[in-house]
């Protein structure tokens, strides 16, 4: 604990106060090889006794600094002990030879205080650094007590005050700190800049009027000299999992999961490859299976044959519930959730414009002129009902030119004619009545899946939204967060899966008067979603390239980051 | 990020040559016999590593790991075959649909 404070305050808040942890390649070697110095615990000898003391894993506890410490190994003879602590690294090279970390100096320090207020004698301790097999002896002296002494106090006082530190500043810490992709040390400093500027911006220009976001943040990221570093990396590489055939059973044997038809093995897929699992109507999962994705922490989410997202299983889950707490406080808070609203709406609607620019063929200058005013009238709206109005008549309008973006030729002249013609007449759902609304509303299915996963992974509920209001079973989060989203990711898979016939008419068929996709429909537009969910694209404000999957995580750490009041402002996604 | 590797063993003891390849299975593909094709991130590699250094005898048995680079754009380059051929499958997801990969 004191190790991770000394490094860094904002890691050990969240390590400690919120309970977040995540591993990286350098965590899992050291928990490794604690695993097996743990493997052999010997009782520590009193401090009364004579002989030589070797004891490996010893937990001490002390009552006056209110301590406890787990010791790799206790060192020396009759009541004089040095404490050793196993290190991965290596140790910090300074002119008078390899030096302990401070991180490691206090944490040391804590150990020689507690094994003194147990009755031994304890002036010395050492670092052992794997890396570089040396040992590094840390004098414990009246200074380095002092400080430690502080560095405890410091952080209880950090911990009951319940407020998390901010980031540090292009720190050479963060690169290889394994919880980088949460704390967004970089994102979040940039972003609590913006608000600042927009209140000068306020006062000097416009009045009461404020500077959109937009805008402003493109000058900030002109000014600013360089773009946010990207500590994250672009890619998982971990990829979804759909199981969509009719009567498969998935099991799992070891780390390997079996999924199978009757008595044959179709597919087998690896645990750790995987992200997520998809399963459509009838599929069977066993225990194992619901057990191992739970311990992995790889979520289940369940949809009908049809597509209809039913519900997510999930391992417990973040401990963290101060992030919910707060998220309980603000959605009762009518001026915060019209401040996130209206950039939520305002984005989704520059994306539809943006996305009816890119592929329209020739886009109506007064539709997007329109848009682009229905964007502006949605950032300064005064009510959540107001919002809901101007979303509605942009999306009519949107929806109204989706046809244009359409690129599908009558078939030859000799073929008879198709059932389904791959037009969009009117958005209509519940059901959708053509192939085109079909793709919509299995793609938006698709889209609030996965930002309902991300909400669990982030530390949200799903179910408590900003702009959207409660209603049962609905993942109102999820959508807010999605709005922005839809015409960059659903709408444009499904432009894309049609424009290059990845999905075709005769994929559909009609049941009722609902219309729905084949297996093998199914099937290429679940690529297609897949493929623009791996789209690199730049971030806006950030300036680095990441995949979509990564981009919903950011949006929604940045929203957690709004909702504890790190910054100010939501910025929406919008893309150029 | 992903790496491919080459996980190559050999082992002097029956027992332990079956413990490794169950242990192997769960971390790659089965290329050949004693070689599996593993896709590693940097923790995935810890764990492997581990994994098999608990069950290998260090003064008999080897294990050697090949990195062939990233994953991301490997294509058929770093591998090709002569005989059966070897393909690399390169997907944004994997949909199990009942039907056999076309």
């Known amino acids: ?576 | 990020m992903r790496n491919t590797f080459l996980v190559c063993y050999d082992i002097c003891d029956d027992k332990r040559l079956r413990t490794v390849f169950k242990t192997m299975r769960d971390f790659g593909d089965h290329l050949q016999y004693s070689i599996f094709e593993c896709q590693f991130t940097p923790s995935d590699l810890v764990r492997c590593r581990h994994a098999l250094g608990k069950i290998i005898h260090h003064k008999e048995d080897q294990v050697l790991f090949v990195d062939l680079g990233p994953v991301e754009g490997r294509g058929d380059r770093v591998i090709t075959a002569l005989g059966i051929p070897y393909s690399v499958i390169d997907s944004p997801c994997i949909v199990v649909d009942g039907e056999p990969e076309s």
């Open chain 1, 1 to 576: 604990m004191l190790n991770e404070f000394v490094y860094c305050p904002r890691l050990f808040f969240y390590e400690w106060v919120e309970g977040v942890f995540a591993a990286s390649a350098d965590t899992l070697q050291g928990a490794l090889r604690h695993e097996k110095l743990d493997a052999k615990t010997d009782a520590l000898p009193a401090p009364e006794n004579d002989g030589k003391i070797h004891s490996r894993s010893v937990m001490l506890s002390s009552e006056t600094h209110r301590l406890i410490a787990g010791i790799d190994l206790v060192e020396g003879a009759a009541g004089v002990v040095t404490p050793v602590d196993y290190k991965k690294g290596r140790p910090r090279d300074t002119d008078d030879g390899p030096e302990a970390w401070p991180a490691d100096r206090a944490q040391l320090c804590a150990q020689a205080l507690i094994l003194r207020d147990n009755g031994y004698r304890c002036d010395e301790a050492v670092a052992y650094y794997d890396a570089t097999k040396q040992r590094v002896r840390v004098a414990i002296d009246e200074a380095l007590v002092t400080e430690t002494v502080q560095a405890i106090a410091a952080a209880r006082a950090l911990a009951a005050a319940g407020t998390i530190p901010p980031p540090l500043i292009d720190s050479p810490k963060c690169p290889r700190c394994s919880l980088v992709g949460i704390c967004l040390p970089d994102e979040t400093s940039f972003c609590d800049a913006l608000p600042a500027l927009a209140s000068d911006a306020q006062l000097l220009l416009f009045g009461d009027d404020v500077e959109p976001l937009d805008r402003l943040v493109a000058r900030t990221v002109a000014t600013s000299e360089e773009n946010v570093r990207r500590l994250i990396p672009a890619r998982d590489d971990l990829r979804p999992l759909y199981v969509t055939g009719h009567g498969l059973i998935v099991g799992k044997r070891g780390e390997v999961l079996q999924i199978r038809n009757r008595d044959k093995t179709v597919q087998e897929v690896r645990v750790g490859e995987i992200s997520q699992v998809s399963v459509f109507g009838n599929v069977q999962l066993t225990a194992a299976t619901i057990q191992g994705l739970c311990w992995a922490e790889k979520p289940i989410a369940h949809f009908s044959y049809g597509g209809w997202f039913y519900g997510l299983t999930n391992g417990l889950g973040l401990k963290n519930v101060m992030l919910r707490r707060e998220q309980f406080t603000k959605a009762l808070d009518p001026v915060f959730c019209r401040g996130v609203a209206r950039s939520m709406v305002a984005s989704k609607i520059r994306n539809q414009r943006t996305l009816l620019q890119r592929n329209h063929l020739e886009p109506p200058t007064v539709i997007l002129r329109q848009l682009k005013h229905y964007a502006d009238l949605a950032g300064s709206a005064e009510s959540l009902d107001e919002l809901l109005g101007i979303e509605g008549i942009a999306a009519r309008l949107y929806f109204e030119h989706f046809n244009g973006m359409l690129k599908i030729e009558a078939e030859g002249a000799g073929d008879a004619a198709p059932e389904f013609v791959l037009q969009l007449d009117h958005r209509n759902r519940r059901p959708p009545r053509d192939p085109v609304n079909a793709l919509l509303s299995f793609a938006y299915s698709l889209l609030s899946k996965d930002l309902t996963i991300t909400c669990h992974a982030v530390g949200f509920d799903p179910f408590l939204g900003f702009y959207h209001q409660l209603r049962f079973g609905r993942p109102a989060l999820a959508l807010d967060l999605m709005e922005g989203f839809r015409p960059l990711v659903a709408d444009s898979t499904v432009i894309t899966a049609i424009n290059t016939r990845m999905v075709q008419p005769s994929d559909f068929i009609r049941i009722g008067p609902a219309v729905s996709l084949t297996a093998s429909g199914r099937k290429g537009f679940l690529r297609a979603y897949e493929q623009r969910m791996d789209t690199l694209v730049t971030h806006p404000l950030f300036g680095y390239r990441a995949n979509y999957r990564r981009i919903l995580e950011v949006q929604a750490r940045l929203l957690a980051r709004v909702v504890t009041g790190e910054i100010a402002t939501y910025p929406g996604f919008e893309t150029r």
